[in-house]
């Protein structure tokens, strides 16, 4: 069992830069990949980022490539998301997640947060 909890959310001019981070509970956190989906009003949850349990693999929505970038620590058992150049388009609730594979289908994914608000005004 793994809960994860997100934080670092908050209100942004575009242009601005945001750090996500989520804390995961539980000691097998190493061995989980994580990600990162997004959820904007009236539309699917979708894929942003995602990093292998060692960190040595990452992988990026075309529409964050390049501006976001996904890392971790597993030694405090927390991954993080940079966000840099956002968008208004970036506006969405930010979810964490932990699985046994890296997938963009978000119903794959086994362990979810609440989610984290991240709002960039034009």
């Known amino acids: 069992q793994v809960q994860l909890v997100e934080s670092g959310g908050g209100l942004v001019q575009a242009g601005g830069s945001l750090r996500l981070s989520c804390a995961a509970s539980?000691?097998?956190?190493?061995?989980?990949?994580m990600g990162w989906f997004r959820q904007a009003p009236g539309k699917e949850r979708e894929f942003v980022a995602a990093i292998s349990w060692s960190g040595g693999s990452t992988y990026y929505a075309d529409s964050v490539k390049g501006r976001f970038t996904i890392s971790r620590d597993n030694a405090k058992n927390t991954v993080y998301l940079q966000m840099n150049s956002l968008k208004p388009e970036d506006t969405a609730v930010y979810y964490c997640?932990?699985?046994?594979?890296?997938?963009?289908?978000?119903?794959?994914?086994?362990?979810w947060g609440q989610g984290t608000q991240v709002t960039v005004s034009s």
């Open positions: 997640a932990a699985g046994r594979s890296i997938v963009v289908v978000s119903t794959v994914w086994s362990y």
């Open positions: 539980g000691r097998t956190f190493s061995s989980y990949a």
